[in-house]
DNA sequence: TAAATGAGAGAGAACGTTCTCTCTTTTTTG
DNA sequence: CAAAAAAGAGAGAACGTTCTCTCTCATTTA
């Protein structure tokens, strides 16, 4: 992956450690260069997010996207070697995204309150596109993007079952200690609650509620009612 | 979809009737050659459904969805304009089928087994290919398509918004019903409540609990304390 | 025989990608 | 320190492939 690798510039790196701004290794990762290669990077990264939200994986085209950055093809394939290579990247960061809004849930010590709050954040973040321009369902296509091109795809599979992985440790985390809480009824199947919340949270984000002018307050009750339904079905049921 | 038409009707039509002789288009709805063309069609667009699944709409082409019909270019689009149109049929038809699974909601007289029956018999009819080979999450893999077009192709978000009002219809015209039985709490906000099944019966045939090893039936209980939590979170709440 | 049907070559555009070349910046050399 | 050399960055034409769709001509059907 990392290709273009010289190795005239090992003996340059043992030779001038006072100079970063050389093409060696070390300049790379943190000098003017590296910089500027990282700049470019996300230059490219966030025109092709704004046309995969616009005509989707498949439907832009590299000339879209260069056009988009204001960039050749010559140049832009100086930093991604390939259109999948960006759709991966993409997809990776998404997902990284979405998981890491779970970490704030460790930090509650009610789990009904933790859920309500998730739901409300990954809406909140997922849902409404407050930088840049573009269509405030940004994020949902980008999401539902991702999510179709997972399932014929198998780079962007693997990243999403990496990050699942990732999402379902913080559940089961977060779940054990409130069930050691006795927040949780005994008898709610764990796998089956996880995949559960997994499934409403996405449809959530799909179909995308602040953009079809449900305001993000007043998801909080439906939330609460809903993380009450699935941890304490024995309290739910037995007053029908 | 059904048609038991006689093949000899064309025949007896065009005899007795000479100047409208072949292509006219009472023919081309009822006579043998109809019959024909209704066959051939059927017969693209499963292969077409096929190379969908397997490639996504934008993925599979033209060529690729031929081979699955075995068929030339040229006879396939003596039925099919264009791939679009081929795009926006298939689409009609599974959004369709996915509102007429509601039919049913109205004949029960409990709104929440009639929620609990729906969400059932969706996942059921959407996530378990039943027929034909292919993956499991056949249906799944062309919701996911499906949505994603419906957000930047006209022609499929029209589809998917007319189907949409139609399940909106219904489940309004069955929450009436069970509200003036007392079966809703009067709290309840109907937009909200429906926005939020939707999403929620979006997410678990996306998620497509069946192919993951989640029984159909262990949704059940699932499903309902889901519709208690959300047609009366008064109750759901008050013995929090 | 006349209309309907289909096969298949292929047109023309668009695709992702690469190539060549220019211009700028950095490094080495005398 | 100035000149020469090397490397990096980018532009844009061009590549081979693949795309959707059309055209011609042969075969089947009534």
Same mark, same amino acid.
């Given at each position: 992956?990392?290709?273009?690798?010289?190795?005239?510039?090992?003996?340059?790196? &043992?030779?001038?450690?006072?100079?970063?701004?050389?093409?060696?290794?070390? &300049?790379?990762? =943190?000098?003017?260069?590296?910089?500027? !290669?990282?700049?470019?990077?996300?230059?490219?990264?966030?025109?092709? @997010? $704004?046309?995969?939200? *616009?005509?989707? =994986? !498949? #439907?832009?085209?590299?000339?879209?996207?260069?056009?988009?950055?204001?960039?050749?093809? #010559?140049?832009?394939?100086?930093?991604?070697?390939?259109?999948?290579?960006? @759709?991966?990247?993409?997809?990776?960061?998404?997902?990284?995204?979405?998981?890491? @809004?779970?970490? !704030?849930?460790?930090?509650?010590?009610?789990?009904?309150?933790? @859920?309500?709050?998730? +739901?409300?954040?990954?809406? *909140?973040?997922?849902? %409404?596109?407050?930088? #840049?321009? #573009?269509?405030?369902?940004?994020?949902? *296509?980008?999401?539902?993007?991702?999510?179709?091109?997972?399932?014929?795809?198998?780079?962007?599979? /693997?990243?999403?079952?990496?990050?699942?992985?990732?999402?379902?440790?913080?559940?089961?985390?977060?779940?054990?200690? &409130?069930?050691? *809480?006795?927040?949780?009824?005994?008898?709610?199947?764990?796998?089956?609650?996880?995949?559960?919340?997994?499934?409403? +949270?996405?449809?959530?984000?799909?179909?995308?509620?602040?953009?079809?002018?449900?305001?993000?307050? &007043?998801?909080?009750?439906?939330?609460? /009612?809903?993380?009450?339904? $699935?941890?304490?079905? $024995?309290?739910? %049921?037995?007053?029908?």
């Amino acid at each position: 992956m990392v290709d273009h690798v010289l190795p005239k510039q090992a003996a340059n790196f &043992a030779d001038d450690d006072a100079d970063d701004t050389s093409h060696c290794f070390v &300049a790379k990762l =943190f000098g003017k260069r590296a910089r500027n !290669r990282e700049a470019q990077e996300e230059r490219i990264l966030n025109a092709a @997010i $704004t046309c995969f939200i *616009r005509s989707g =994986f !498949r #439907g832009a085209s590299m000339n879209e996207i260069c056009s988009e950055a204001g960039m050749s093809p #010559g140049a832009l394939y100086r930093y991604f070697p390939s259109k999948e290579a960006i @759709i991966e990247k993409i997809s990776a960061a998404h997902r990284q995204q979405s998981a890491e @809004i779970l970490d !704030r849930m460790l930090k509650s010590d009610n789990i009904i309150d933790a @859920i309500t709050q998730v +739901g409300i954040d990954h809406v *909140r973040q997922m849902s %409404l596109n407050t930088t #840049g321009p #573009g269509p405030r369902d940004s994020n949902a *296509r980008l999401f539902v993007e991702v999510r179709a091109e997972s399932m014929r795809n198998e780079g962007v599979a /693997a990243i999403c079952e990496l990050h699942e992985g990732l999402m379902r440790e913080k559940l089961f985390a977060a779940f054990d200690a &409130a069930k050691e *809480r006795g927040e949780i009824d005994p008898i709610v199947d764990m796998e089956l609650l996880v995949a559960t919340l997994a499934a409403m +949270g996405e449809g959530i984000i799909m179909r995308n509620f602040p953009s079809q002018g449900v305001p993000v307050e &007043a998801l909080e009750p439906v939330f609460r /009612a809903l993380a009450e339904a $699935t941890l304490r079905p $024995t309290k739910s %049921l037995e007053n029908k």
